[in-house]
C-alpha cells in the first residue's frame, strides 16, 4: 500500500473526516516522498493534519517548533485522545518532568514533540541522537524579519535544523505570508518553490464590511443586541480601550471577557477559557489574543480600532466561522486611529528601516478601509492571491448593488493638479487644507495659498477631501511613499492620474458614503 493511501485511511479511521481539505493532500504527499514543504494556508484550513498524518507514518519522530506555548498542551492532548503518543517541552514544564519526557523521546515512545524555539537550542545534543524524520517549523511566517509576527527565536531555527542529522524533512506552515515573507522562508528553511503549496486564502463564509464614522460604542452595543447568544471577538488596539469596553458592557451586564497583555498569566488563561467554553461567549482584546485560538463557532469579529495591516487582520478577522458557518467581519473605521497607528509603530524600538516598512503596510490598510472593489478580493490580492469573481455579499459588493457610480472626474482632476504643483511633497491633510482653502499657519507660512489650486474645492469639507484623497488612493490614483526625513506619509500621482489630467480617462465613483447600504442591515447574519 502506497503511503498517500495509509494518510488517506488514517483520516478516515483515526481522525474520522471523510476527505482531505484543499492543499492538505499535495502537502501530505510531498512530506512523505522526502520534500522540504512550504504550506500556506488560511486560518482554520486544516493545517495540524499536514504534519500529524505524515509524523504517523515515518519513522523517527516529528519535532513541531511553535511559538503558541498556551496551545501545545490543548494539541498534546488532543493527540494523545487519539490514541497518539505526543508530548511537549516548554517553560511550563518542571526540570523532573521534563527529564522524564526526554526520556521517553529517547526510547522512542512518543511520535510527536511539540516544542518552543527558545527550548531548541538546548535540545539540539538529544535530538542529535534520537532520530528525527520531520520538523515542522508551525507559525512559519514569525521566521521572517518582513512578517508581521517576526520572533528572535525563531531567527535561530534554519540554523540549528542545519545540523540535524539528514535526512530531515521539513515542512513550514502558515496562515499569512506576502511573496516577500514567503520568499525568506523558503530561504532559511531551504524549500524549493515548486514545493510550496498555497491553498485559496478566500474565506467564502465570511462576510467583511468596513463602517465608517460610526459611534463605537452604540454600534456595538446594537450589534451584540441584535446578535444574542452569539459568540463573538472585539479587537481594540490598546489595553486602555479594551478595559473601558469592558467596564462599559460589564456593567451593562453582558456576558463578556477581556484578554491583554497587561494582565496576569492566570487572568488570561481563565478569560480564554471562559471564552472557549462560551461562559463568557464575547471578549473584547488587543491582538495579544488569538493567535492559535481554536474557537470554532466564532459568529463575528468586530474591529474597534484600525489594525497595522492587512496580515494582521486578515488572521484576527479570520478567528470568525472556523465551522465554515456564515459569520461577519466589521471593521468599524475613524480616521485618528491611524494616527494611534503610526504613533505605536514611531515610539517602538524598531530601528528606522523597520519602522518606514511598518509604515507602508499601513498604508495598505488604508487602501482596504477606502477601497469600493468587493472587500474579500482586496484582501486576497494583497496576498498575490488571483482574484475571484466579486464575493457578493460584502460591504462594497452590497453598496454596488444599491449605488450606482458617479463622474467625479473634475474633483479628481482639481485634486491632482493641486498635488502636482505642491511639487508632490506634501501629505494628504496638507493637499486637503490648500484644496479647502484653509488659512492655517502652515498654509500660509509656506505661501500655499498663493497656488492657483487654493480653495478650488473650498464646496466640500476638508474630511470629506481628505476621504475623497484616500478613495483615488484605493483606486490607485495617488500612491504614497515614505519621507526620509520623518517617515511622513507623503502623496504623488500615479501614471493613471496623469492620464485623467490629460482628460483621456474619467473617473467614477460611488458617492462617498458615511451611512451604510440598506441591504446591509437586512442581510445582516
Ligand atoms: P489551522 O491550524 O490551519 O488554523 P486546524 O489544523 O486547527 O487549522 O484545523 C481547523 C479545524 O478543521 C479543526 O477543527 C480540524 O479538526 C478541522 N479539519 C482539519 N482537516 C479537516 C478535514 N480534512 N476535514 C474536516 N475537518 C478538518
Ligand atoms: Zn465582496
Known amino acids: 500500500m502506497k503511503l498517500i493511501d495509509k494518510a488517506e485511511e488514517l483520516l478516515k479511521d483515526l481522525f474520522g473526516y471523510t476527505a482531505f481539505r484543499n492543499g492538505q493532500k499535495q502537502i501530505i504527499t510531498q512530506i512523505l516522498d522526502g520534500k522540504n514543504s512550504l504550506g500556506i494556508m488560511p486560518t482554520g ?19 513541531v517548533i511553535s511559538p503558541l506555548i498556551s496551545l501545545m498542551k490543548d494539541q498534546v492532548d488532543a493527540l494523545n485522545q487519539l490514541g497518539i503518543p505526543a508530548t511537549y517541552l516548554n517553560s511550563t514544564v518542571d526540570r523532573y518532568e521534563i527529564e522524564y519526557r526526554l526520556q521517553e523521546i529517547h526510547n522512542k515512545q512518543v511520535k510527536l514533540v511539540y516544542i518552543a524555539p527558545e527550548r531548541l537550542e538546548s535540545f539540539l545534543p538529544m535530538i542529535q541522537e534520537v532520530e528525527v524524520s520531520l520538523v515542522v517549523v508551525d507559525e512559519a511566517h514569525c521566521i521572517s524579519q518582513w512578517g508581521h509576527d517576526f520572533r528572535p527565536s525563531y531567527l535561530s531555527i534554519g540554523d540549528i535544523i542545519k545540523q540535524l542529522p539528514k535526512p530531515t524533512i521539513i515542512a513550514a506552515l502558515t496562515a499569512t505570508a506576502t511573496a516577500q515573507v514567503r520568499q525568506d522562508i523558503r530561504d532559511i528553511l531551504q524549500i524549493s518553490d515548486e514545493n510550496t503549496v498555497l491553498t485559496s486564502f478566500q474565506r467564502s463564509n465570511l462576510r467583511f464590511s468596513v463602517l465608517h464614522d460610526q459611534d463605537k460604542i452604540t454600534f456595538t452595543e446594537d450589534y451584540i443586541n441584535r446578535h444574542p447568544k452569539q459568540s463573538g471577538i472585539i479587537y481594540c488596539s490598546t489595553r486602555k480601550e479594551v478595559d473601558s469596553l469592558y467596564q462599559y458592557l460589564l456593567e451593562k451586564s453582558y456576558q463578556v471577557g477581556r484578554y491583554h497583555a497587561g494582565m496576569s498569566e492566570d487572568q488570561r488563561e481563565q478569560a480564554q477559557e471562559a471564552f472557549s467554553y462560551d461562559r463568557t461567549p464575547i471578549i473584547i482584546a488587543t491582538n495579544a489574543f488569538g493567535m492559535g485560538i481554536n474557537k470554532q463557532n466564532v459568529r463575528y469579529v468586530i474591529h474597534f480600532n484600525l489594525p497595522k495591516n492587512i496580515e494582521s487582520y486578515y488572521q484576527e478577522a479570520g478567528r470568525a466561522g472556523r465551522d465554515g458557518e456564515e459569520s461577519e467581519c466589521i471593521l468599524l473605521y475613524h480616521g485618528q486611529d491611524v494616527r494611534i497607528q503610526r504613533f505605536l509603530v514611531e515610539q517602538s524600538e524598531l530601528s528606522q528601516d523597520r519602522k518606514k516598512h511598518e509604515f507602508q503596510k499601513l498604508n495598505t490598510m488604508y487602501r482596504y478601509c477606502f477601497t469600493q472593489n468587493c472587500l474579500q478580493n482586496t484582501i486576497i490580492q494583497y496576498f498575490d492571491d488571483p482574484i475571484e469573481t466579486p ?8 453598496a454596488q448593488e444599491e449605488t450606482s457610480t458617479k463622474d467625479y472626474t473634475i474633483e479628481a482632476q482639481k485634486m491632482f493638479s493641486c498635488i502636482r504643483r505642491m511639487k508632490e511633497r506634501f501629505g494628504l491633510s496638507m493637499v486637503a487644507k490648500v484644496l479647502k482653502g484653509s488659512k492655517s499657519k502652515k498654509v500660509l507660512d509656506l505661501a500655499l495659498d498663493k497656488l492657483s489650486t487654493y480653495g478650488i474645492l473650498n464646496d466640500y469639507t476638508e474630511k470629506d477631501i481628505q476621504q475623497f484623497g484616500l478613495i483615488l488612493q484605493s483606486e490607485g490614483y495617488i500612491d504614497s511613499y515614505t519621507s526620509s526625513k520623518n517617515n511622513l506619509p507623503l502623496i504623488r500621482l500615479t501614471e493613471k492620474a496623469i492620464q485623467v489630467l490629460k482628460g483621456e480617462q474619467n473617473v467614477y465613483l460611488r458617492p462617498i458614503q458615511t451611512v451604510s447600504p440598506s441591504n446591509w442591515d437586512k442581510n445582516t447574519i
Not at 484550513?45 to 519535532?63: D, N, R, V
Not at 464575493?391 to 452590497?398: A, F, M, R, S, T
Open 45 to 63: 484550513g486544516g493545517k495540524s493534519l499536514c504534519y500529524q498524518i505524515p509524523a504517523l507514518l515515518l519513522e523517527g519522530i516529528t519535532l
Open 391 to 398: 464575493c457578493g455579499k460584502c460591504h462594497n459588493c452590497l
